[in-house]
């Protein structure tokens, strides 16, 4: 009884000399995407169970979702086996689209608490995803180390990267535009006016109606003022149809015909983008414009047009053809 009272007291002495060991797993990862892309994806506790690396390591683990899906207070809980164990995460801070920091608790196997944080740095050959965690080892686990920690988490921070980058890289990079407010004035245009199905809405469409329209100005085209354009009059997306007026401006003194109408443009304040490449790509363009207009306020206060500022005749590439898109606005509610 007096041996066995005294390797207790020896255990204990032991047991209480030993501090909490400091430890830092870290991993990076050169992923294809914006840094906007993967803050999203560790952002949103939901979405990381696409990329998780321990998803796999217990189909059966619980979840519970509590706070606000993403952002500082956005918190995860799992119960699991051995491989993941029990504990919550939890955003404490971030830095859009730069980094994001998080706490990590375990309540099981063992109790401990450390600090998540990624960093993203934008590159010219994609963002650079940095993984780390920072924490200290219980006094009981005096047999580990910083390298056991290094060793244990650092193949499934490897994983858990690899997964995140293919899931970002399959993600359909977003649009950017630049859109400005401009004032545009009014010019003298010369324009075919007809309602067609999308079907029918093809670069025939558009070629066949400037060559009318070349045609009937004649010499008077030296007196062409802009590039040639379209105006969307009205789009149907249920009956698919679309009236659409096909046009050039110029300063011919000609009165025009029954089919080629002389008209007066619009004038006043109007939102631009221009675009870059083929023309069946300029739907993301026009939802931009539109979204801007309502995201700022603005009242619609006319019919869109499109500017074809080069001409397919001359630059065969599709992807360098450049098109400026203009969505009048209310003079009323520009501040």
């Known amino acids: 009884m007096k041996t066995y009272s005294l390797l207790l007291f020896a255990g204990l002495v032991v047991l209480s000399s030993c501090k909490p060991k400091e430890y830092e797993v870290s991993r990076e990862l050169t992923i294809d995407a914006p840094a906007s892309v993967l803050f999203a994806q560790v952002n949103s506790m939901k979405a990381q169970e696409a990329w998780s690396p321990w998803e796999a390591k217990d189909p059966n683990m619980t979840r519970e979702y509590s ?6 207070g956005a918190k995860y809980s799992w119960t699991g086996n051995d491989s993941v164990g029990t504990g919550y995460m939890e955003h404490t801070e971030l830095s859009e689209p730069n980094m994001i920091a998080s706490k990590l608790v375990f309540t099981a196997p063992w109790e401990s608490e450390s600090t998540i944080v990624w960093n993203f740095e934008e590159g ?13 080892l219980p006094g009981y686990l005096f047999w580990m180390g910083a390298e056991d920690m290094d060793e244990a988490m650092g193949p499934d921070f490897e994983k858990g990267l690899a997964n995140l ?8 990079a977003e649009p950017s535009f630049d859109v400005e407010l401009t004032e545009v004035s009014a010019r003298n245009y010369y324009g075919i006016t007809n309602e067609v ?3 029918e809405i093809k670069s ?8 009318k329209i070349s045609t009937y100005l ?3 085209m030296t007196l062409v003022t802009a590039p040639p354009f379209s105006i969307t009059e009205k789009w149907d997306e249920e009956a698919q149809m679309a009236k659409i007026t096909v046009a050039m401006a110029s300063d011919s003194k000609k009165p025009g015909t029954k089919e080629i109408v002389k008209a007066i443009s619009y004038a006043g304040p109007a939102l631009k983008i221009t675009y870059v490449g083929p023309y069946e790509g300029m739907s993301p363009a026009y939802e931009y414009i539109f979204e801007t207009a309502t995201n700022k306020g603005y009242t619609v206060a006319g019919s869109p047009w499109e500017a074809y500022v080069t ?4 630059e065969p590439d599709s992807s360098k053809w450049v098109t400026e898109i203009y969505l009048p606005v209310s003079i009323a509610a520009v501040q």
């Not at 706070?67 to 500082?72: F, K, N, R």
């Not at 980058?165 to 359909?172: G, R, T």
């Not at 001409?311 to 001359?314: A, I, K, L, Y």
């Open 204 to 211: 025939e469409f558009f070629g066949e109606r400037f060559s």
């Open 165 to 172: 980058k293919e899931v970002a890289e399959a993600i359909p």
């Open 67 to 72: 706070g606000p899906e993403s952002g500082v």
């Open 197 to 199: 199905s999308f079907s």
């Open 124 to 136: 010219e050959e994609g963002t650079v995803a940095r993984w780390t965690v920072k924490g200290s």
């Open 218 to 220: 004649g010499s008077d």
């Open 311 to 314: 001409d397919p005749g001359s």
